[in-house]
DNA sequence: ATATAGTGTGTAATTTTTACACTAAGTAAT
DNA sequence: ATTACTTAGTGTAAAAATTACACACTATAT
């Protein structure tokens, strides 16, 4: 319930987790911040969340800032408001994922003033981070290992067309472990949301691999079916 | 990432569905607002975040000053942040959901001044709400759902010592489906997180039921493995 | 022609899930 | 103490899902 609207010091902001694929690897956008407090650390990128902007909105706009790209996949996961997480005052972030597939690096857009650059950093090797924002990466991660367990959002990760060998591999990295490839293919073909496409691989120097589209339309018959891996 | 700390006007709450059970019904509890606007509507009980408060014990006050209840299980679950969900200006909530046993209706203390009083309705008949309450209730709702299929959340709303059939009940309500009695029983036990005690049900009128406790510290060894219903 | 590297496929054993109905135990009423 | 009533408590067989596992095929590069 809210009553009277006090003016109060709170800030409000949101900051973004962005997973990109790049068909090897998981990496994510960090920017190298230029200003104080935290100058020269990496951290991910956020923004204050304008007076007539909705929360998603919001967060899509960063995310276009620094990549240009739009209509990605985003998703609010949590909110951050210990009172101590800024050294400057109070800041309630929220954090947002986003699942990006990176194709060559021409996304990078020229970063904004507060950032001296922004960098694709595999989640495998990140170094430390600027004020709690470890945790909001660690919660992310934690998030999408869940979600891809019952929601097919590892389509946004790949190109529109896919080999299920990619497939795979992105559920692999994600997941954090090796998976029976036979096994795999029977299950993901068995949900029937996979659309086996005309054509073959292109480009690589062994048997190309068929392609398949994810099919928003038989997904949405599926709707209350458990997905589950 | 958080630059500057421009002085803005987003004003910053919580607002909370707690659910409570009374071993028949799921409720929860709403206020009867006091104050324009939506005077005179339902609404969920919700504040303003303190200067000093960490978003969790703000909303572990908001559910103390209403029922006088410490030690809850709560857990944020969504940001509501539509720049018109509020007629007098942007302010930014935090949802959090609770689990309350409910025994006897003295848990209710006098409310504050916003509200004229505070009552606790079955789910099955809600009253229309106020502001986007409805919207954060149904996500709220949509949130244990899930949870229950994987989490030991459901003993919270059971009193310490509960029998296999209120437990079976619990479920019921909360995933809205009858479930089959002997496989309910051969699934729980099998979690090995029950603990049987040597103890009777009382007070009814009928073959008195087995009394069982949650078990933490199994519960705690099971860390990793997926509960599933 | 041959080496290489990844594609694509089936089956049997095991485990999990589902569907289903009767007896046992306690209380209340007579 | 008999009876009626209400819920507790239990097992099994069939179906479905999951797991473990290995080899022949195909395209390219040399």
Redesign the pocket.
Known sequence: MEQILPHLDSVFSIDCVLFGFDGKELKILLIERNEEPFKDWWALPGNIVGPDESLDQSASRILYELTGLRGIFMEQYYAFGDPNRHPQGRVITLAYYALIRLGGDKELRPVSNYAKRANWLPITDLPRLAFDHQKIYDKGLEKIKRRIKHQPIAFELLPEKF????LQHVYELIIGKKL????F???IL?FGVLKELDE???????????LYRFDKRKYAKLFGKEI??
């Open positions: 080999t299920l060998t990619q029976d490839k036979r096994n293919r029977k299950k068995g073959k691989q292109k480009g690589v120097s062994y048997r190309a691999a068929t589950s891996f």
